[in-house]
């Protein structure tokens, strides 16, 4: 039986993983987050997603490999990590009493056959009113610093958003009901 | 300072007033979660997050108490917690390929002023198809046997649903986007 290699090293996407039972390895991709030049945010998410797991599918054998890659989007402005606690403030209030869009990139890729299957999933998320002071708080906590959009909806950022529409775990950075189909196509069963 | 106390033993609940970074007690109500006749789904909630609080809250001095209840509507029809395995089973065929709603209530009892401050929140949920086989095997785990519906979207059962509209936290049994708010007209920040 091929073993599961997951080509990240977000803690979330581990956390997940391990919320399902599976038993896997990581080996975290070195590609660059780079923006691919020309794609839509869904291209985008989705090829970083398939180069992610080719690239460290190449590397081993006999292995299904899992790639992700999580964006957020507001009014068609691509958000990525803040570069510092100052960029996080400005991208919370930025994001606070509007609609944004979560895209979140899933491939598969076959180290046995060189197949790659490769997927997405979008959510709508609603932020309310944040004071500012609250804000500033939160990115003290250093939850922030390493998120795409400055926020965690799995910690105390979840408090700020007041409805998502879609997949929580496509917020979070892997859209569990997509990839247990996936596996499912591979001969991976979570039970 | 009043002490904040939640009168839930549910361990979701808890878990989610230690991601706030809350300190607090638990003192479960052993108010009986029986249906109360004759009212909406949404005033039952309401009614039953208040008795729990209130319970709880004239047994503690100096103390803000959460209480909170939870129940899956399907159809018109309120889902409990299922009996035994082949409940749990019914229940999630039922719930296949279908819209349903979780409804949870919250209310913060003041035991320095006798004041109850109530409110409810509601998120749709769509699963999609799920095999028998994956049910049958998904109530083996425990998972569903403590759960109104006999899923949880914070475990493996998170994998079953396709998309939500609403809050997540809703639907794992408390509404800490409300939570957090009503907390802070009590003068408890999570900051």
Chains 1, 2 share one sequence.
């Not at 068609?76 to 209030?93: D, F, Q, R, T, Y």
């Not at 930025?94 to 060189?114: C, F, P, Q, W």
């Not at 997405?120 to 795409?148: C, H, R, W």
């Not at 400055?150 to 859209?175: C, E, H, M, N, R």
């Amino acid at each position: 039986m091929a073993r599961l290699v997951l080509a990240s090293s977000s803690p979330r996407r581990q956390d997940l993983l391990k919320m399902l039972g599976l038993d896997f390895i990581v080996i975290p991709s070195t590609i660059e987050e780079e923006h691919f030049n020309g794609l839509s945010p869904e291209e985008m998410v989705r090829e970083l997603s398939r180069a992610k797991a080719e690239d460290v599918g190449r590397s081993v054998e006999n292995a299904l490999v899992i790639g992700s890659d999580t964006i957020v989007v507001l009014e068609g402005k691509i958000l990525g990590k803040p570069a510092n606690p100052g960029e996080a403030i400005e991208m919370l209030k930025e994001l606070r009493n509007k609609e944004h869009t979560v895209i979140t990139g899933l491939a598969i890729y076959d180290s046995n056959t060189g197949r790659t299957v490769v997927d997405s999933d979008q959510t709508q998320v609603f932020m309310g009113s944040i004071q500012d002071d609250d804000l500033i708080n939160y990115v003290k906590t250093g939850e922030p610093l390493d998120k795409a959009g400055a926020y965690g909806i799995q910690g105390i950022g979840g408090a700020f958003v007041d409805w998502i529409k879609g997949s929580y775990y496509t917020v979070v950075g892997l859209p569990i009901h997509k990839l247990v189909k996936m596996l499912k196509e591979f001969g991976v069963s979570i039970f």
